[in-house]
């Protein structure tokens, strides 16, 4: 009785949500040609938004999106690189927008590179709306208890009452998880035993070690846990194999982006599932790989079209087992990041990193590497050195968040070296794991 009247406010609180939520499960009922075919229009729809009212589209195009009774042909558009919005992100921003709306997101996503980028309480609405959808892939549905393991450490601010009140009807909690130890691992074990979730939600690595935490102690989970939804990093065959024993339950893996959220999801099947009703994707091969190009269709605040994500896979032919309608695809291996470790048993997870410097300006690559427990060396690819006052401050803060007597070294470097495929790893640990 609670738990339903708990939903009910949730829902009171957040209308816009579910009226999307409501419009995405519909979606999910059409047939693969209905599907495409609302992809067809939507796409041609975000292009002539964007070349209609932002000066970067308008500019770029130019005649490339001459009427088409078909649409605008998609491959002659060039591509939108990140290092494009990150010099254009004023010219990205369509002007039909309030900007007294408007909030300022970050994201260092695989390649290291900082990047902001506009957007709009509907954003966030679809986004949450978008998950939910994915969530109920897995039996769970709205009203049901989330337990989330996060590791970006910027998203757990504030605490006070309206939050608090927003995460109790939301039957929603959220546990810090940027860093942890064993005894924080134990702790987080026994809250799941009394929260007794029916999903978990987190990074890859932290489930994985929570969970081989949980098999090595025999700790017994409860059994309304029907899911756990792996996020944010590659997942591991063998990361996947200790998550399904120590909860006794499904992983699905997810594919999304701070800019772009909600591209993909694996079904019960283990294949991804691409949101036709939300992206375009496609996949071109360069330098024998295959990278991925995303177009959000319903971005219409800072569009990114044709837009280079940084990460690789391919498009999957044929119809999947679970009987959904979207389009499969397939992942390479992308955002593969480590776990920095010291010399008291912190394991300080990649999001922390890849956050703390938001905000700064005029960076356009950087890498965190550790050789040694007491070390962090931070390489920065930047046209004009940083103010000291700037340098002293990002050392402080690893400091006082990490260990008190972590050296910190700061490089600014002409380049920054990726790996043998092709990658940057934009967080490196030599540190071999215990």
């Given at each position: 009785?609670?738990?339903?009247l ?8 957040y ?14 009922t059409?047939t693969?040609?209905?599907l ?7 796409l041609a729809g975000?292009?002539a938004?964007a070349?209609?009212?932002?000066d ?5 195009y130019g005649d ?6 078909n649409?605008?042909d998609v ?13 254009h ?11 007294n709306?408007?909030r ?7 390649t290291?590179?900082p990047?902001a980028f ?5 954003k966030?609405?679809l986004?949450?709306?978008?998950m ?26 504030g605490?006070?009452?309206r939050?608090?009140y927003?995460?109790f009807?939301?039957?929603e ?5 940027y ?11 026994k809250a ?11 990074y ?18 409860p ?37 772009i959220?909600?591209?993909?999801c ?15 994707i ?22 990114f ?7 690789s896979?391919?498009?999957k ?12 695809m ?22 922390y990193?890849?956050?703390l410097?938001?905000g700064l300006?005029?960076?356009?690559q950087?890498q965190f590497?550790q050789?040694?427990?007491e ?8 046209p004009?050195p ?6 002293r ?5 690893i400091?006082?968040d990490i ?7 700061i490089?600014?470097?002409d ?14 640990s030599?540190?071999a794991?215990?």
């Open positions: 009785m609670i738990d339903k708990k939903h009910r406010l949730h829902k009171n609180c209308k816009a949500r579910f009226e999307i939520l409501e419009q995405l499960l519909h979606n999910q059409l693969r040609t209905q495409l075919d609302k992809q067809r229009r939507d975000i292009v938004h070349v209609a009212h932002t970067y589209y308008r500019t770029k490339l999106v001459a009427d088409n009774a649409g605008p491959s002659r558009l060039p591509i939108l690189r990140k290092d494009e919005v990150i010099n992100k004023e010219a990205l921003l369509a002007n039909t927008i309030d900007r709306d408007l300022t997101g970050y994201t260092g996503g695989s290291g590179k990047l506009y957007y709009d309480r509907h966030m609405e986004m949450r709306a978008g939910c959808r994915s969530y109920m892939w897995s039996g769970w549905r709205p009203g049901q208890k989330i337990l989330n393991f996060w590791g970006a450490k910027q998203d757990l601010k605490g006070g009452l939050k608090r927003g995460d009807i939301a039957a909690k959220i546990i810090g998880a860093e942890y130890t064993e005894p924080q691992l134990n702790d987080w074990a799941i035993t009394s929260y007794r979730p029916v999903l978990l939600q987190g890859a690595s932290v489930l994985a070690e929570l969970a081989s935490h949980v098999i090595e102690h025999k700790m017994p989970m059994n309304t846990l029907q899911g756990v939804f792996s996020t944010a990093e590659v997942l591991y065959d063998r990361q996947r194999e200790l998550i399904e024993t120590a909860f006794a339950c499904k992983v699905f893996n997810q594919y999304g982006s701070r800019e959220p909600n591209m993909a694996e079904c019960r099947h283990g294949n991804y599932h691409i949101f036709t009703d939300m992206v375009y496609e996949s071109i091969n360069a330098h024998d790989e295959d990278r991925l190009i995303v177009t959000s269709l319903t971005n219409r605040v800072m569009p079209i044709r837009y280079a994500i940084g990460d896979g391919k498009l032919e044929g119809d999947c087992p679970c009987g959904s309608p979207f389009p499969m397939e992942m390479g291996l992308c955002r593969s990041n480590d776990i920095i470790r010291t010399k008291t048993g912190k394991r300080i997870y990649p999001a990193f890849i956050h410097l938001d300006t005029g960076i356009r950087y590497v050789s040694e427990l070390k962090i060396t931070l390489n920065i690819k930047a004009i940083l103010e000291p006052a700037i340098l401050s990002i050392e402080r803060r400091q006082k260990e008190q007597d972590m050296i910190v070294e490089n600014r470097v380049e920054i070296k990726r790996t043998a495929s092709g990658k940057h790893r934009f967080v490196i030599d540190i794991a215990s």
